[in-house]
């Protein structure tokens, strides 16, 4: 599996740069965010901080907005993120189990990372592979036709 690269440690002054590109643009918020996370592989607080001054918004707002989209991280993902649809189609052909036995595997409930910060468990809600759940996207990677004794198997060949 390839692993997840959050690419570098959060810095002031890069992030600055970053806000100000989008400074003055229509709807600026999301892509300073989005930017933020491609280059840091989260959005710190001090991102929060920066991005609100900047805007004229206030932190609750900037806050809101970086809770709401569950793609967005307030805090930097594992070296490898397995997603899990939760949604119904997947929950109707096993994803439970499948989501007990990736939690068992590796020691932390869905929406967790490992201690060591090897893998984020997050969930999903349909990765449009309906017809071949349980399914699961592990680093960017669609994986269809899950059951309890294969995901253990992906989780453990890391």
Same mark, same amino acid.
């Given at each position: 599996?390839?692993?997840?690269?959050?690419?570098?440690?959060?810095?002031?002054?890069?992030?600055?740069?970053?806000?100000?590109?989008?400074?003055?643009?229509?709807?600026?918020?999301?892509?300073?965010?989005?930017?933020?996370?491609?280059?840091?592989?989260?959005?710190?607080?001090?991102?929060?901080?920066?991005? =609100?001054?900047?805007?004229?918004? #206030?932190?609750?707002?900037?806050?809101?907005?970086?809770?709401?989209?569950?793609?967005?991280?307030?805090?930097?993902?594992?070296?490898?993120?397995?997603?899990?649809?939760?949604?119904?189609?997947?929950?109707?052909?096993?994803?439970?189990?499948?989501?007990?036995?990736?939690?068992?595997?590796?020691?932390?409930?869905?929406? =967790?990372?490992?201690?060591?910060?090897?893998?984020?468990?997050?969930?999903?809600?349909?990765?449009?592979?309906?017809? #071949?759940?349980? #399914?699961?996207?592990?680093?960017?990677?669609?994986?269809?036709?899950?059951?309890? =004794?294969?995901?253990?198997?992906?989780?453990?060949?890391?």
């Amino acid at each position: 599996m390839a692993p997840n690269s959050a690419v570098r440690p959060w810095s002031a002054e890069h992030g600055g740069e970053i806000i100000a590109r989008h400074d003055g643009q229509e709807g600026a918020l999301l892509p300073i965010l989005h930017d933020i996370q491609h280059e840091f592989g989260w959005v710190p607080d001090e991102a929060v901080a920066q991005a =609100a001054l900047t805007l004229n918004l #206030s932190r609750a707002e900037v806050h809101g907005v970086l809770t709401f989209y569950p793609d967005l991280r307030r805090a930097p993902a594992g070296r490898r993120v397995v997603k899990l649809c939760q949604a119904e189609a997947c929950q109707a052909r096993g994803g439970r189990a499948v989501t007990a036995a990736a939690e068992a595997a590796i020691g932390v409930l869905l929406g =967790a990372t490992t201690p060591d910060g090897e893998v984020t468990l997050e969930p999903v809600y349909c990765l449009g592979l309906c017809a #071949s759940g349980p #399914s699961a996207l592990v680093d960017g990677r669609p994986v269809g036709r899950l059951d309890p =004794a294969g995901v253990r198997r992906l989780l453990e060949a890391g």
